[in-house]
């Protein structure tokens, strides 16, 4: 199995700019998360989704934030307009709706100037 | 609401000496609990979790952790440290009563000194 695969790997992009960032869960998963990590607030929960419906998305930080799964193999996160403060490294994980292990995919680092 | 402490932002440990990586959690019913590394610029890996069953769980690369249901902790273990331990490791927690959604702590990095 591939795992779970994210791109781009890295984003350099300015202010203002919109950012879309992608996901491609491990096939058979009905579950799937995307994260921010920061220095500062550490590992976030943004939002879910169970069977492409999201969930909760209690974690978005604000409505310049937005997550789509528009079928069972991708997922997108997208910012518009970004801001420098947005900067950080957005994971994707996935998991079984049986399985109790969720796994990540090797993130993507974004940096808006 | 779920929560996971871990004290240590950071413990050294020489090399072929055991290793501990605190952890403590709160949660509402039975906990399920996880521990992730992050290796530099890396994603998280799983390593190991507890459901039900033996307190002490046994994982990758030589790691274990007791679930100590008392003291709620989940403190993760090795006995003889490797210079290739060194990475970011953090402590995960969610309710077995229905909550999907996982709490990780700040997460805590290990130097493994030669």
């Known amino acids: 199995d591939a795992g779970v695969i994210q791109s781009p790997r890295h984003e350099v992009t300015e202010m203002g700019q919109e950012v879309t960032l992608r996901c491609k869960p491990i096939s058979g998963h009905d579950y799937l998360f995307w994260y921010r990590q920061t220095m500062m607030r550490g590992l976030e929960l943004l939002i879910y989704f169970n069977n492409n419906v999201p969930i909760d998305d209690s974690g978005m930080p604000e409505d310049r934030f937005s997550a789509k799964m528009p079928n069972a193999s991708f997922s997108t996160l997208k910012i518009q307009p970004s801001e420098p403060r947005d900067s950080a490294v957005y994971f994707c994980?996935?998991?079984?709706?049986?399985?109790?292990?969720?796994?990540f995919g090797p993130g993507t680092r974004l940096l808006v100037l | 609401a779920q929560s996971v402490a871990q004290p240590e932002d950071q413990v050294n440990v020489a090399e072929g000496n055991p290793l501990t990586v605190k952890c403590t959690y709160s949660?509402?019913?039975?906990?399920?609990l996880f521990w992730y590394v992050q290796y530099p610029n890396r994603g998280l890996q799983f390593l190991l979790k507890y459901i039900t069953g033996d307190n002490l769980v046994k994982g990758s690369y030589g790691f274990e952790a007791e679930f100590n249901k008392s003291q709620t902790s989940f403190h993760l273990k090795k006995p003889s440290a490797l210079v290739s331990d060194s990475a970011l490791y953090f402590c995960a927690v969610r309710s077995g009563a229905g909550s999907y959604q996982l709490t990780f702590g700040k997460g805590t990095k290990l130097s493994v000194i030669p």
């Open positions: 949660v509402s019913g039975n906990p399920y």
């Open positions: 994980a996935s998991r079984r709706f049986a399985g109790e292990t969720q796994y």
